[in-house]
T-cell receptor
Framework: KAGVTQTPRYLIKTRGQQVTLSCSPI?????VSWYQQTPGQGLQFLFE???????NKGNFPGRFSGRQFSNSRSEMNVSTLELGDSALYLC???????????FGPGTRLTVL | AQKVTQAQTEISVVEKEDVTLDCVYE???????LFWYKQPPSGELVFLIR??????QNEISGRYSWNFQKSTSSFNFTITASQVVDSAVYFC?????????????FGQGTRLTINP
């Protein structure tokens, strides 16, 4: 069974640009969550999607948004990038009702 | 508010030593879940274990064991006879029951280095 996949793995952008990251969950998993990992703030929850609906949201500005498609694949978008958005963005999937989340390899975003 | 504290930022031991990683949590929920994840240099978080708040049984899996004590709000992780491959950053995490179940609150992580 394939694990969670994330594309792209690495990304370099400049301030003010926007970026879209993609996540494909494990087959059969319908819940997708996103996390941001930085050296200063550690791992922080961004949002969770289930059945194409955002179910939970972390404490991030509105520049961070996401969506989920009918096949459970998810994308997150960051608009008007800031230097502080440089981070490893991790996606996790789970079966709704299961507590375990399985993580992908992450997308490392660098904002110059 | 939920909070997870891993007071040990870095631990370095020699191979074959036993090592314990500490985790202390705070939550007002009566139903909650605790996790340990391993993050090797590749960056992917690897799930190790989940415990429910209503199950205080300790667990052993090979060289790994976990000690869950609600009285002290702790969920410690012990590696017995450590190996170089155990070198990684380890995260303790907490999630509440109900609607917030998929939101994990992580500790700051403990970087474990096993020296040959």
């Amino acid at each position: 069974k394939a694990g969670v996949t994330q594309t792209p793995r690495y990304l370099i952008k400049t301030r003010g640009q926007q970026v879209t990251l993609s996540c494909s969950p494990i087959s059969g998993h319908r819940s997708v969550s996103w996390y941001q990992q930085t050296p200063g703030q550690g791992l922080q929850f961004l949002f969770e999607y289930f059945s194409e609906t955002q179910r939970n949201k972390g404490n991030f500005p509105g520049r961070f948004s996401g969506r989920q498609f009918s096949n459970s694949r998810s994308e997150m978008n960051v608009s008007t990038l800031e230097l502080g958005d440089s981070a490893l963005y991790l996606c996790a999937s789970s079966r709704r009702g299961d507590r375990e989340q399985f993580f992908g390899p992450g997308t490392r975003l660098t904002v110059l | 508010a939920q909070k997870v504290t891993q007071a040990q930022t870095e631990i370095s031991v020699v191979e074959k030593e036993d090592v314990t990683l500490d985790c202390v949590y705070e939550t007002r929920d009566t139903t909650y879940y605790l996790f340990w994840y391993k993050q090797p240099p590749s960056g992917e978080l690897v799930f190790l274990i989940r415990r429910n708040s209503f199950d205080e049984q300790n667990e052993i899996s090979g060289r790994y064991s976990w000690n869950f004590q609600k009285s002290t709000s702790s969920f410690n992780f012990t590696i017995t006879a450590s190996q170089v491959v155990d070198s990684a950053v380890y995260f303790c995490a907490l999630s509440e029951g109900g609607q917030g179940a998929q939101k994990l609150v992580f500790g700051q992580g403990t970087r474990l280095t096993i020296n040959p």
